[in-house]
Structure formats: C-alpha cells, structure tokens
T-cell receptor
Framework: EPEVTQTPSHQVTQMGQEVILRCVPI?????FYWYRQILGQKVEFLVS????????KSEIFDDQFSVERPDGSNFTLKIRSTKLEDSAMYFC?????????????FGPGTRLTVL | DAKTTQPPSMDCAEGRAANLPCNHS???????VYWYRQIHSQGPQYIIH???NNETNEMASLIITEDRKSSTLILPHATLRDTAVYYCIVRFTLSGNTPLVFGKGTRLSVIA
C-alpha cells in the first residue's frame, strides 16, 4: 500500500540554522500538507499546497517557513532561522484532491530538535 | 478550534469492542465526520469517515446519529496495538484542501 515517507526521522540543529524537512507524498496525490505537533500538544496545521502554490496557511506559517515541490516527487518544508520553539514533530500529508470527500494520509514524521 | 468533544481517556479490555463517542452538535450539512488515531508519536492514521450513513471498513465502524450531532467509533475486537489517541474531526469538504483541525482526542488504553 502506498505511503507518505519523510526524511530525516530526526533532525538536530542549532538555533538560527536553516533546516529542510523532506517528504515524498503518495504518487497520484495532488494536495500536500505540513502539520506540526509540539510535544504534549495538539497536531496543528501549517500549510497546504496544490498546483505548485500555497492553498492555505495558518498563523504559525510565518515568513521563516517556506514550502517547495522541487521535482515531481519531493515536497519540502524549509525553516530559515530555527528557534527553540520550532522543536516539534513535523508531519507531511497528502491527498488525492477529490471533491466532497478527501482523505489525508500522513507520513511518520520528522522530529526536529532545536538546541 | 476543534468542533468536537471527546472524553479524554477510556479503557477497554483486549478482545472486547471499544466504543469511542464524539459530540459534534454544531455540525453543518456539508461537514463530514473523520476519525484518525495516533499511536505514540507516529503520524496520524486515517480510520474512517462518514456524512450521515453508518460506515464500516476493515478497521472500524462509524455510527452517526440521525440528527448528526454525535457519532461513535467502534473497534469491534480491540487489541493491544489499538492503544492510541483517537481523534474525531468535523471537516467541510466541498474542495480537496480543507485542513484537519485536531482536538485533544480520546486516549484509549487497551488492557490485557
């Protein structure tokens, strides 16, 4: 069964450094998403992406965040200058973009630790 | 904020049915009920969704009341591997990109 994959599984970085989290969505899916979960808190929506542009973003997704689909298979989340509070699990998801009913499938996540 | 209310925790004996309730009294006609679960810190796993009819798949059954103000997720024969946080999410889906709004969910503990 096709799955969303994410790399790396764990990323440790110093505050102020740039990080890129990578995702390979399910191959025939057209919508891509990033969510994050700070330890012990709810899963929060960051951004959705369709047709090579951002469809929707939350208040969390400020100027230090960016997303890109650099090729036909990868979907990336870049954090330009990491802060301590960016430490979280980051989940990528994808969906087929069907009207009326559309299921998002999540990857296993990347644990980002900012020191 | 999440538009659903779920009990914070539940226990279930292994092999018994787990019935997880969810209240969504403000649900509108175009909103579906989705259920996901999260095992430890893994990515949320899709379980099932429905609009107004009861639904069943290989993982679970979803019972939605006639007024659609509440629903119950049923795991027919819970196993230890079903221990997880279960999220009931109400979602408007006329287009394909509506974000999922997660609440705190119900922490289900399956006990041997």
């Amino acid at each position: 069964e096709p799955e969303v994959t994410q790399t790396p599984s764990h990323q440790v970085t110093q505050m102020g450094q740039e990080v890129i989290l990578r995702c390979v969505p399910i191959s025939n899916h057209l919508y891509f998403y990033w969510y994050r979960q700070i330890l012990g808190q709810k899963v929060e929506f960051l951004v959705s992406f369709y047709n090579n542009e951002i469809s929707e973003k939350s208040e969390i997704f400020d100027d230090q965040f960016s997303v890109e689909r650099p090729d036909g298979s990868n979907f990336t989340l870049k954090i330009r200058s990491t802060k301590l509070e960016d430490s979280a699990m980051y989940f990528c998801a994808s969906s087929k973009a069907l009207a009326y009913t559309d299921t998002q499938y999540f990857g296993p996540g990347t644990r980002l630790t900012v020191l | 904020d999440a538009k659903t209310t779920q009990p914070p925790s539940m226990d279930c004996a292994e092999g018994r049915a787990a019935n997880l309730p969810c209240n969504h009294s403000t649900i509108s006609g175009n909103e579906y009920v989705y259920w996901y679960r999260q095992i430890h810190s893994q990515g949320p796993q899709y379980i099932i969704h429905g609009l107004k009819n009861n639904e069943t798949n290989e993982m679970a059954s979803l019972i939605i009341t006639e007024d659609r103000k509440s629903s119950t997720l049923i795991l027919p024969h819970a196993t230890l591997r079903d221990t997880a946080v279960y999220y009931c999410i109400v979602r408007f889906t006329l287009s394909g990109n509506t974000p999922l709004v997660f609440g705190k969910g119900t922490r289900l503990s399956v006990i041997a």
